[in-house]
């Protein structure tokens, strides 16, 4: 269940209702139409989010078909959000986490988001994926990494041709072109 969130930005309410016939493993692909209040996602609207072929399809391929729902909790019972959280937060516990009670199930759509984001994915995929009409919605789930803002800052060439022009901004706001002296190197 949590790699499912992990690897599709899903909503713990989509998955609690998620159903194998909303599963596609063929065609790789996950139907979201179900999980908000009127057992209609969030946003009203259906939704197509791809299986991931390495990460996720594996472990959904693996998982028994006991109901028509695709995620049941032990003793085959509905997915249930506060237990399912409390597991969450004993795993962190387990795992050393540092303050494994911040953990919420939605920390698994904010990881999807910055990891979609730090991957470079187009906003376009990632609005239809997790069901946001906006990108000013999506913008709040990505978060900048110092090792991806370093990549990203280091990947930027500043360094000039033997000749260029270039566009200058003068103190009063004008514009205007200049040929640049070429940098001497001793």
């Known amino acids: 269940m949590l790699a499912t969130l992990a690897f599709t930005g899903m909503r713990i309410g989509e998955l609690q209702q998620l159903r194998w016939e909303d599963v596609d493993l063929e065609r790789n692909v996950i139907h979201v139409h ?5 057992d209609r996602p969030k946003d009203k609207e259906d939704r197509f989010i791809p299986i991931h072929s390495k990460k996720l399809k594996p472990m ?3 998982l028994p078909r006991k109901s028509e729902l695709a995620f049941l909790m032990p003793k085959d019972k509905k997915v249930s959000p506060k237990k399912l959280r409390a597991y969450l937060k004993d795993l962190c516990r387990q795992c050393g986490f540092q303050n494994p009670w911040q953990y919420k199930l939605h920390t698994f759509r904010h990881f ?3 990891y979609c984001a730090q991957q470079n994915l187009s906003y376009k995929y ?5 069901g946001h009409s906006s990108s000013a919605i999506l913008d709040m789930y990505f978060t900048m990494n110092d090792r991806h803002a ?5 990947s930027m060439s500043f360094e000039a041709e033997k000749t260029e022009s270039r566009t200058v901004l ?3 706001g004008a514009h205007f072109r200049k040929v640049l002296p070429q940098p001497t190197h001793s």
């Open 34 to 38: 179900r999980g908000g209040s009127g």
């Open 60 to 62: 959904l391929e693996s």
């Open 112 to 114: 999807f988001a910055s």
């Open 126 to 130: 990632v609005l239809e994926w997790m």
């Open 150 to 154: 370093l990549a990203a800052m280091n």
């Open 170 to 172: 003068g103190q009063s």
